[in-house]
């Protein structure tokens, strides 16, 4: 089985509420999430503290599971660059394929060339047709492509975009704009933040502010090794109701799984 996230607790390092919250801040869980645990522990007897817990941690957690819905013909991808995000794609346009859809891309990050050279390099490697146009706009470059692929007849198309730091307003504007572009052009479409797993509490700031900006239907979390931490997730999660559709765990094109809330908690708590 997949190995990611650190275990945080066991019955070894839980002797008190103190401990819980020394682990629970350690491992990146916020503050409100964490004063919430503890305020439900609280005159739970110490041997029944590890199973409280978990029972706390799956209501948390179960709500958020979502798998793809390869009904939607539109994904918009968005993210910070270095998250993982075109690899991403790559990922779920492969399990697309195994779905059996005709799949297509958008290169939609005309900033960089280098990221418009690497959606090409994996739409080449998967036999799906890309649309591109470096010298336009990203918003006019997404619009003109959900036209393709709807002439197309493209059944799942994927929208990559700029990488953008969510503390920079006019990268965050552009992806306002091209959210309104893509709601007139298609109607409804999966918006998936991409967040790196081992950047700590900063990704629940980027959760935050992608979800205030476009209205996030998903996200994933990329990075998940053994040494990952997985509080941060947790904190999203709870503040946010985001739904995760997905785990990348490695580097390869089949290393992107369900997200299991159950799964999550037994890595958790061991």
Request: glycine share 6%; net charge neutral.
């Amino acid at each position: 089985m997949f190995k990611f996230f650190k275990s945080f607790f066991s019955k070894k390092n839980i002797d008190s509420l103190k401990d819980i919250e020394d682990i629970l801040i350690q491992n990146d869980v916020g503050m409100t999430t964490t004063h919430y645990l503890l305020n439900h522990l609280k005159n739970t007897p110490n041997d029944a503290m590890v199973s409280r817990l978990r029972e706390l941690l799956l209501d948390i957690l179960k709500p958020a599971e979502k798998k793809i819905d390869w009904s939607c013909p539109y994904f918009l991808i968005c993210g910070q660059n270095g998250s993982g995000k075109t690899t991403t794609i790559a990922k779920m346009a492969q399990k697309a394929l195994n779905h059996h859809k005709k799949v297509s891309m958008i290169a939609g990050d005309t900033f960089r060339a280098a990221a418009q050279e690497q959606l090409k390099v994996w739409a080449d490697r998967l036999n799906v047709d890309i649309f591109e146009r470096p010298e336009q706009s990203p918003s006019s470059v997404i619009f003109d492509g959900c036209v393709w692929s709807k002439q197309n007849h493209y059944d799942v198309t994927f929208v990559d975009t700029a990488g953008r730091l969510h503390t920079k307003d006019d990268l965050m504007n552009e992806l306002s704009k091209i959210n309104r572009v893509m709601e007139k052009c298609v109607g409804l479409f999966e918006k998936i933040l991409i967040l790196d797993g081992t950047i700590g509490q900063n990704a629940y700031q980027q959760a935050k502010i992608f979800n205030d900006t476009i209205g996030l239907t998903g996200l994933m979390m990329t990075k998940l090794d053994s040494q990952t931490k997985g509080g941060t997730l947790l904190s999203i999660i709870k503040d946010f109701s985001i739904p995760v559709v997905g785990l990348g765990i490695g580097e390869k094109i089949e290393d992107l799984i369900d997200f299991d809330a159950k799964d999550m908690v037994d890595r958790l708590v061991s």
